[in-house]
């Protein structure tokens, strides 16, 4: 650890002397000792960071210095955030406590780094030390908000930062960043951070796609500038002649969206459409409103081009839930070209830029400089509390129900009076009961939606009008906890239970899901049909209320799942983990049948276990990383792009194992399932399996057709030896008279 060179310190003079400079010209320093209080958290970090240096070989404390930056330049904060974000490390890597920071400076300030400091002590073995570390870090945004936001913009150096990291962390970070931070700063309204959070989390993950995208989404840049330009010009014009203030700019959509929504809609790039975005910021005008000037604009552009009425998003009447408001359409250009228009005044444009924070900037900030929330951001909060407040929840399930909490969307919903209420997306008759109020929802059993019956299971949609129907009879069982999306609704029924006959079996089922979050696994329907048998339970219910009253005791569950662990979806297969050399000492690890499942683990040279995922069935080809199984000590092989591998290396990223590589046996072959969709017509069975049998030889497993109305549909399970195999069977499929669509099910 050598002491740093005159060109060290240079560079961090250089820094420093960066940041005071963005400072003033932010107007960060509202008071006299403002500027003397940020030089000085600057001397305490510089000492107790001395000599350490980043991954990259830079001096460490760039990092905290780079940390306030993006607090100042990218998100707005002021004075406090800043000296918390220099003194963000301290107390995690020096001898400097909490009490010291509060001493040198403020109890305020010292609370922040307190928030921003990892938890670390000493950690039961079964639970998550990271999940831990985010439940700690979330409940201090119910103090404080900057602290997340700080949270994130270290984040954000870090992931900026990412190349120098070996591949273990690499992952680990990326999918910590891509699960919770890029939803988080999407919530809060950073919506510059949030994208380049996730284009630096595929540039990491999938650097591949990463570049190819990147490359294509330039080379269709240049192409359509002239086109773009000549689609601007008459919308210039009339917005000029009609006296309206404003610019306009284009904007190519994130290497990440396109991504997405290749993954999602299995299109290619060129099939994406409304890949261009313009974007028009009006200066209001004193006598028009905002939002009346937002639909004259609307008209103005739509009078030229042609509008899809399916696109229009009305983000002005009803903002979304982290506040962005702005009016959206999408017309067709010139040439056919299907272009995005964005309309915002200056404020929606500041707001839709950095959230939260500019939202306090405009409104809400007091004299004290602390952060006042506003009523809406305020609902969010609560909601978080309820959830944060549910003692039964493992540090894991409050991550993943947080998480769900942020990534989906919102809906709004009305009362038979017209009054709206907003609820998140998959909210059913239930949730919105209980929003209303507790004994709505205690009582409900079913309601009328759009005037027509419903079950209380339905989900709702944007735009329902709901009466909910009560009697005096119903009260909510067990089965009601898989109908609802919010915690709310959660908590009312699971106390209603814990305080009635079905507590045993409401005990019971808490006892289990903390001890399977604590061993990592998901209670999946296969879990189920393991241990009910084994624990002679012949309902889910059953083995609850016998586990809660005592009755039986999880002492065994190990083993339980360890014994019928084997698997019962691949025949052969053969990973490896490590270089060529290492394959060639004999890894193959497993052969196994399919219809035999006698339990027996596959076994590699080096004493690895792996066993593939059944959530994404990875086949050869594919690019794979592996879960370390804290059970039974196997290692899960995943899809690298699986979600559920993302979800289990966000909570638990120690497990991860990556380097597996799959060798080439051309011999062994591979479970994989192909779906079908076609007009029906005689013979075409025949000729499928002609096709795959005959002209192929691969052996079919199992093929299921279903025809209605002139159409079928249909699903064959079959065996190849590799992608490139199976991407051959399936352009032959296609290829068949009346065949439509073949594609592979779980990629
Ligand atoms: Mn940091």
Redesign the pocket.
């Known amino acids: 650890m050598a002491d740093y060179t005159k060109d060290d310190e240079r560079l961090i003079a250089e820094r420093f002397d960066d940041l005071i400079a963005a400072c003033e010209e932010k107007g960060v320093f509202r008071y006299d000792d403002d500027r003397a209080l940020v030089s000085r958290a600057f001397e305490v970090a510089l000492e107790a960071h001395k000599g350490v240096r980043r991954r990259s070989g830079e001096p460490y404390i760039t990092?905290?210095i780079a940390?306030a930056r993006i607090c100042v330049v990218e998100i707005g904060l002021g004075t406090k955030s800043v000296v918390a974000s220099l003194l963000?490390?301290v107390v995690e890597d020096a001898d400097i406590s909490v009490e010291d920071v509060s001493r040198m400076f403020t109890p305020k300030i010292a609370s922040m780094v307190d928030g921003?400091t990892k938890i670390s002590g000493v950690f039961n073995a079964d639970t998550s030390e990271q999940a831990e570390s985010f439940r700690k870090m979330l409940l201090t945004l119910l103090d404080d908000v900057r602290v997340i936001l700080i949270k994130i913009a270290?984040r954000l150096?870090?992931m900026r930062t990412l190349g120098a990291m070996p591949r273990e962390k690499q992952v680990k970070i990326t999918s910590e960043t891509i699960y919770l931070f890029a939803p988080l700063a999407y919530r809060l309204g950073l919506h510059a951070i949030k994208s380049e959070l996730e284009d630096l989390s595929l540039k990491y993950r999938f650097p591949d796609e990463y570049n190819t995208i990147e490359a294509k989404l330039e080379e269709t840049k240049q192409r359509h500038a002239a086109l773009i330009e000549r689609f601007d010009e008459p919308i210039i014009a009339r917005l000029k002649e009609n006296g309206v203030d404003f610019e306009i700019s284009g904007r190519v959509k994130s290497v990440y969206s396109v991504w997405r929504k290749m993954q999602t809609k299995q299109l290619p790039f060129e099939d994406i459409f409304d890949l261009f975005a313009v974007r028009i910021i009006f200066r209001p005008s004193p006598v028009i409103s905002e939002r009346t000037q937002c639909w004259y604009i609307y008209e103005l552009v739509t009078d030229i081009y042609p509008s899809r009425p399916d696109r229009l998003r009305d983000w002005i009447t009803y903002p979304k839930a982290n506040g962005y408001e702005a009016l959206h359409t999408t017309v067709m250009g010139p040439e056919g070209l299907w272009v995005e228009v964005q309309i915002r005044s200056e404020r929606m444009n500041e707001v839709a830029e950095q959230g939260v924070a500019a939202h306090w900037k405009h409104n809400y900030l007091t004299e004290d400089e602390e952060l006042t929330t506003d009523e809406k951001f305020d609902n969010w909060l609560g909601r978080i509390r309820e959830a944060l407040s549910s003692p039964t929840e493992s540090a894991v399930d409050f991550l993943d129900n947080f998480q769900r909490s942020l990534y989906i969307g919102e809906i709004v919903v009305f009362t038979p009076k017209g009054e709206s209420r907003h609820l998140q997306k998959g909210a059913t008759v239930l949730d919105f009961a209980f929003d209303i109020h507790s004994k709505l929802g205690l009582k409900a059993i079913g309601a009328k939606i759009n005037h027509k019956m419903e079950s209380i299971y339905t989900q709702l949609k944007s735009g329902d009008q709901i009466e909910v129907l009560t009697s005096k009879s119903a009260a909510p069982t067990v089965e009601w906890l898989d109908h609802v999306a919010t915690s709310k609704a959660k908590n009312y029924i699971k106390n209603y239970l814990r305080r009635n006959r079905q507590e045993s079996i409401e005990h019971g089922r808490e006892l289990f899901e903390a001890r399977m979050a604590e061993l990592g696994i998901t209670p999946s329907a296969r879990v189920f049909r393991k241990l009910l048998p084994a624990y002679g339970s012949s309902t889910k219910d059953e083995f609850y209320r016998n586990l809660g009253a005592g009755v039986i005791t999880l002492d065994g569950l190990q083993d339980i799942l360890r014994q019928n662990s084997a698997s019962k979806y691949l025949k052969f297969w053969t990973l490896f983990q490590g270089n060529k050399s290492e394959r060639d000492n004999g890894m193959v690890v497993g052969r196994r049948d399919w219809e035999e499942d006698d339990g027996q683990e596959g076994k590699s040279g080096g004493g690895q276990r792996f066993e593939i995922a059944e959530c994404c069935i990875p086949i050869p080809g594919d690019d794979v990383t592996g879960y370390r199984d804290p059970v039974s000590g196997k290692i899960i092989v995943h899809k690298t792009s699986c979600s559920e591998l993302t979800r289990l290396a966000s909570s638990h990223g120690e497990n991860i194992v990556t380097g597996i590589r799959w060798s080439s046996h051309k011999a062994m072959s591979y479970l994989s399932i192909v779906s079908l969709q076609g007009i029906d017509r005689v013979g075409i069975l025949l000729d499928l399996v002609g096709v795959i049998t005959g002209e192929l030889n691969i052996n079919i497993r199992e093929l299921k057709i279903q025809s209605h109305d002139g159409i079928f549909e249909g699903e064959i399970s079959l065996y190849v030896t590799s992608t490139d195999d199976l991407n051959a069977v399936i352009a032959k499929i296609k290829k068949i008279k009346g065949v439509d669509k073949a594609q592979r099910i779980n990629s």
């Open positions: 990092h905290p940390v963000h490390d921003l270290d150096h870090n």
